[in-house]
């Protein structure tokens, strides 16, 4: 996906992440295992998927819960919330989890390998109030191409110096500059259909 | 009724028997049968004759040890050695509130056929909470004592039925032997199978055993052999208060279920905390049977079995909402389709080891050539990496030394190169453990952390190649951690990685950390930012007790190996290489 923002700087950094939700374990309410239906929420930014309900109102539930959610690259964490529903229907937290972006687009996770990651959740107190495992797989659909054809044989085309923000695998951020800025009547000429 | 009982009810609703699928989890208990052991064993032409045999374990009458509710009893089996010591072979699992207990952990031995082999089983009375903490790591010496019975091996080999019935006897003061119970032991030959089918069972329509709720069921699996007893292989985990249940996957191995036309018997209980399940119905089907209930979506009826009518049909139904069959490749499989093992050693250069020119140090170098203890490690482990590790060539580092820069290094070359890291053969260990003596200062503190991520990174740069490894880290320490939170986050960030950490305690320490980091207790190490270990890729191994005799080097070192080994590539679904996809 590209984007050109304000500054007509070409930037391509989001990616796709494939997770699976697996299942929870020693879900606890108030310090007691917890026996009612649950359900799982992945939150990337502003953007969030509700999993399927478990109902066999165990603590330990799992649900492999399958999506694939687009992520920005300088994304630092995701969440991973867990709820139960009331008799009544509705939806309350029991607790939730923060998982830091290196841990599956870091050092030790190349791009299309499966990270099986589990985490502490914590409820509201900050107790801790069960375990949740995942997995992620990091797919990409960044590019690091010019943002025109036309840029790329001009020679403008040029990486951003500054160190990237994505640990190791290609996922680069590149300033592309419009050749009008650099040389108006060059373009105007070539460029007009 | 439930209230004034004592026993740990949840331990007693837990499933049995069914093989486990999380990535978590190791192979159970099987001190007898280890693929790593045997494989080394026969590439030095020690074949030993022997076949496989699985004991099945019951008793009647066993003695009423606690006060408000009846006994707990789990067995534990020993071989007595010709020294007379007993050697821990195997542990059945904990029944809750059951004096006739029908256990259903076998415990698997060889059978040796030209050696006398004397079995000596104890029966306990489990006083401590069991619920999710492996069998093995009860203490006996927190549990009350039961009774003890011998027999020979061979004889239960011969006998028509392969069952015998030993009285237990004990001593309980007062000198009179008490009658204590009868104990029966059952042997069946085990055969290598690698099919593994998963069931998803349901029950609808069941009726209701509790007077004021509703029943709280569970399943429990038998398989008819020849004699037409029936041995119970594995029980579902107790749904509470619910008539129409459904239970977590049941995993069964070939080995359990004998064929797919074997019948089996499936029983299913209302679970009562006083021990005494009541049984709602029952049916009788072969796993083919099962498979056809779930292609075809249909139900079986219970049974009831009464003794006026015959079988009474019951409204409730077994179903079968998913039927997987797969193969389940074993440690062995890997390794002989191509799947290489590569080692890494890291060696303590800590000042905990005493002073290397003094004749007490841990580091000292006798000149009358007597190793010490870290030359006996490297010597002895040396010998069973060097076997796996095809070409010999093994990353070595030390840590907490004072190099020749004059600054203190966590993960240094042991042989003291700039270009690279690597020794070559276990004599290439020794001469740079022997350099590096020379070379660096004992310093500290004393930190995994560094050399646990450079074998991280070895590990994960794999990944991206196409040749499958498996990598293991071989540490030898004196063992007291100054920074434990440190290791334990680099050993939860290199749980998800093909590695394994084996660390060898030698020295006379208290190692209660290593006990943590090896997460036998089923703990999952949790690291400073709310990570979990995705496995236990730990084990920990003190080098007194190999010396001891208690266990040895080869066995010690690999007990864990293969099951670590196992749930990484079967949990990512990697097969041997060039077997067909399941």
């Given at each position: 996906m590209i984007f050109v923002d304000h500054h007509n700087h070409c930037i391509t950094m989001t990616k796709t992440l494939e997770i699976d939700i697996r299942s929870a374990e020693g879900l606890k309410l108030n310090r007691k295992p917890v026996m009612k239906k649950t359900f799982a929420v992945v939150k990337i930014e502003e953007k969030s998927r509700n999993s399927n309900l478990d109902e066999s109102r165990r603590s330990d539930p799992t649900w492999n819960y399958k999506t694939e959610m687009p992520i920005n690259g300088d994304a630092k964490f995701i969440y991973i919330e867990v709820f139960y529903r009331t008799g009544c229907g509705h939806d309350k937290k029991i607790g939730e989890a923060k998982i830091p972006t290196n841990d599956f687009m870091g050092r030790y996770s190349p791009q299309g390998h499966f990270n099986f990651l589990s985490y502490r959740l914590r409820d509201k107190f900050g107790d801790k109030c069960g375990i949740v495992n995942v997995s992620i797989m990091v797919k990409s659909d960044s590019t690091t191409g010019a943002c025109s054809s036309q840029a790329a044989e001009t020679g403008l085309w040029r990486p951003r110096s500054e160190t990237p923000?994505?640990?190791?695998?290609?996922?680069r951020i590149v300033t592309g500059v419009p050749i009008w800025c650099v040389a108006p009547t060059n373009y105007y000429s070539s460029c007009v259909p | 009724m439930g209230g004034c009982l004592s026993g740990d009810v949840n331990g007693g609703k837990q499933a049995i028997g069914g093989v486990q699928q999380r990535p978590t989890s190791s192979i159970?208990?099987?001190?007898?049968?280890n693929d790593a052991v045997d494989f080394f064993f026969r590439s030095r032409g020690?074949?030993?004759l022997f076949s496989q045999i699985e004991l099945s374990l019951s008793a009647l009458n066993l003695v009423d040890r606690d006060i408000t509710s009846k006994s707990d009893p789990m067995a534990v089996m020993y071989l007595r050695k010709k020294d007379g010591k007993l050697e821990e072979i195997g542990r059945t699992e904990v029944i809750l509130n059951d004096l006739n207990p029908k256990w259903i952990e076998k415990i698997t031995v060889s059978f040796q056929f030209e050696a006398v082999q004397t079995l000596v089983f104890h029966v306990y009375d489990v006083d401590t909470k069991y619920h999710n903490v492996p069998v093995k790591t009860l203490k006996l010496q927190d549990q009350d004592f039961l009774g003890e019975a011998t027999c020979v091996l061979s004889e239960i080999m011969t006998r028509p039925n392969r069952t015998v019935t030993l009285n237990l006897t004990g001593n309980f003061g007062a000198g009179v032997n008490r009658h204590l119970g009868i104990l029966s032991v059952q042997a069946e030959e085990t055969v290598a199978s690698k099919t593994v089918v998963e069931i998803n069972f349901r029950c609808v329509n069941l009726d209701n055993k509790d007077m004021f709720s509703k029943s709280d069921p569970f399943l429990r699996i038998s398989r008819i052999v020849e004699t037409s007893a029936a041995v119970p292989i594995c029980r579902t985990e107790v749904v509470d208060n619910n008539l129409n249940p459904m239970w977590r996957p049941v995993c069964l191995t070939m080995q359990q279920f004998g064929s797919k036309e074997t019948p089996l018997v499936i029983e299913c209980f209302d679970f009562n905390t006083s021990g005494n399940h009541e049984l709602i119905g029952k049916t009788e089907k072969s796993v083919a049977e099962l498979e056809r209930l779930c292609l075809q979506k249909e139900g079986a009826n219970f049974v009831y079995p009464s003794f006026s009518h015959g079988n009474k049909v019951l409204k409730g139904q077994l179903l079968v909402d998913r039927f997987v069959e797969k193969v389940q490749y074993s440690f062995l499989d890997y390794i002989s389709s191509g799947f290489e093992l590569n080692f890494m050693v890291a060696v303590d250069f800590t000042a905990s080891n005493g002073d290397p020119r003094t004749p007490s140090s841990l580091h000292y170098v006798d000149p009358s050539g007597r190793l010490n203890s870290y030359q006996k490690a490297i010597m002895e482990v040396g010998e069973v990496i060097q076997f796996y590790d095809s070409d010999k060539r093994f990353p070595a580092w030390g840590f907490g030394g004072r190099t020749s820069d004059g600054s203190v290094s966590h993960a240094f070359n042991l042989n003291g190169?700039?270009?690279?890291?690597e020794v070559v053969g276990v004599e290439g260990i020794m001469e740079a453990y022997a350099s590096a003596l020379r070379n660096v200062a004992l310093a500290g503190p004393t930190l995994f952390s560094n050399v646990v991520d450079k074998a991280a990174n070895i590990a994960s740069q794999s990944l991206s190649e196409n040749s499958p490894k498996y990598f293991v880290l071989l540490i030898i320490t004196d063992g007291v951690l100054t920074d434990m939170v440190g290791t334990v986050d680099a050993l939860v960030r290199a749980s998800d990685l093909p590695l394994s950490v084996l660390i060898v305690g030698v020295g006379n320490t208290d190692f209660k950390q290593m006990e943590i980091l090896d997460a036998d207790n089923g703990r999952r190490l949790e690291s400073s930012t709310g990570r979990i270990a995705t496995r236990d890729i730990v084990q920990f191994v003190p080098m007194k007790e190999i010396h001891s005799g208690h266990v040895s080097v080869v066995q010690a070192l690999l007990e864990e190996l293969p099951g670590q080994f196992l749930s990484y590539v079967r949990s990512r679904k990697i097969n041997p290489i060039g077997a067909p996809a399941i």
């Open positions: 923000s994505i640990d190791g695998y290609g996922g | 159970p208990n099987n001190a007898a049968h020690q074949y030993p190169a700039s270009y690279g890291d």
